[in-house]
């Protein structure tokens, strides 16, 4: 007998199917799948999906808001200052408390996939001890991967390399960085050359925030893209934010974007904390600081989205739902033709798992029986409404389940349901 058939179900390219799950994988996908099965849900035609990514995070911040202080500038420089006047004070259980809490949140979004960095400049490696083992704890519910990140600079901070190797001999899984807050430009580079260094000789996967600034002249992605060639690791290093490309010339960037192409190096943006952060020594026009995804789309690059930060130093927004990341990308690149909003969609999905080299993702025979099940007929409507997730399931389980959400209206007697869904 099978665990779970999901009936009825449409999936991202509109193809109508049962999903048949057995021993946590998916056996059987088509349409009218034969058997009986211990659990059987009705999808009634709404869109299935493989779990949504957050392909960059910060789990050791998150849910901080207001410890010790506000950031009442709301600047980046702020945020920074304020998550180290709040080091000392963190606990392993402290941190461990909000990170699980968060998880609930991210479970119930059918977010089953997060890459966050952790904070490495600190002589205790407290944070990495806690994200380590809440990663084992979560690990029946989420893919946790944790970015080694030198916060206050690999350079700047002189015993952030010893950390960082102390870090990743402690099982985590992707070297990070961050060259712009080093204090030179030359240093920036330095950082990315050594990190990459370490990279290729440890055989792990790169992601770097790279660039997250309004100034035009910062370039490190320039760097990141000819590391990534020298060593060989096309596909397997993402540059994240990469907001100073919002503000380069024209001319600069067409020589940059087939270069990052060339080296096989992706992309990383945070819609929401890019727009919110970029453009605070702006008066008006006022940039939108969000990088250029649509010319990487157009250049083959791979985009990834994700959330950054919920309820922390740097945002006091968010409930860690990727179609809200979506929906604001779609806004402020100006994507709403429909085969951009469409890639906006792979962006938290398909294109996100590639990104971060994730094993068993995707509705296919073989693969993980991991998926959602959302209030919403196609993904331009999931990024529309960012609907319930009436069901979200893991190996063949179902850990989430939210019923569906309808405005019953009496107008003089005539009654009418509302769930703003518009079926095709």
Not at 384 to 410: E, F, M, N
């Amino acid at each position: 007998m099978l665990d779970l058939i999901l009936r009825d179900a449409v999936t991202a390219d509109g193809a109508r199917v049962d999903i048949a799950c057995k021993d946590g994988r998916i056996a059987e996908i088509g349409p009218n799948v034969e058997g009986e099965a211990k659990q059987t849900i009705e999808a009634g035609g709404y869109l299935v999906t493989p779990p949504f990514i957050d392909s960059h995070f910060h789990m050791d911040a998150t849910l901080s808001f207001g410890l010790p202080r506000v950031n009442e500038s709301g600047t980046l420089l702020e945020g920074i200052a304020l998550w180290g006047e709040l080091k000392p004070q963190l606990t392993v259980e402290a941190i461990k408390e909000r990170a699980h809490a968060l998880c609930r949140w991210s479970i119930a979004k059918g977010t089953l996939a997060i890459r966050s960095h952790v904070d490495i400049c600190d002589p205790r490696l407290l944070a990495v001890d806690a994200l380590l083992e809440v990663r084992e704890e979560i690990k029946p519910y989420i893919d946790l991967q944790l970015v080694a990140f030198p916060q206050d600079g690999y350079l700047r901070d002189l015993d952030a390399g010893e950390q960082l190797k102390r870090a990743l001999d402690k099982g985590v899984d992707v070297v990070g960085g961050i060259p712009h807050f080093e204090r030179t430009m030359e240093d920036g580079a330095k950082s990315v050359r050594a990190l990459m260094a370490v990279a290729a000789e440890r055989g792990l996967l790169v992601d770097m925030h790279c660039d997250e600034t309004d100034d035009p002249t910062s370039r490190h992605i320039e760097t990141l893209n000819a590391e990534t060639l020298r060593h060989g690791m096309g596909g397997r290093v993402a540059g994240s934010h990469l907001t100073s490309m919002h503000s380069m010339d024209n001319y600069y960037v067409s020589k940059l974007l087939p270069l990052m192409a060339e080296a096989g190096v992706a992309a990383v943006s945070n819609p929401l904390i890019n727009i919110t952060i970029q453009g605070r020594h702006d008066t008006y026009p006022k940039r939108r600081g969000m990088t250029r995804i649509r010319e990487m789309l157009a250049h083959g690059i791979p985009v990834a989205l994700g959330h950054d930060c919920v309820m922390d130093p740097w945002y006091s927004l968010g409930s860690h739902d990727m179609l809200e990341v979506a929906h604001m990308a779609v806004h402020v690149g100006q994507m709403t033709g429909m085969d951009e909003m469409r890639a906006m969609f792979d962006a938290v999905t398909t294109e996100a798992a590639a990104i971060l080299n994730l094993e068993d993702y995707g509705l296919a025979v073989g693969k993980q029986a991991d998926f959602v099940v959302l209030q919403a007929h196609n993904p331009v409507e999931a990024i529309r409404l960012r609907p319930a997730r009436l069901y979200v399931v893991r190996r063949g389980k179902v850990i989430a389940q939210t019923p569906p959400v309808a405005s019953q209206l009496d107008l003089d007697g005539e009654r009418h349901s509302v769930d703003f869904t518009r079926p095709a």
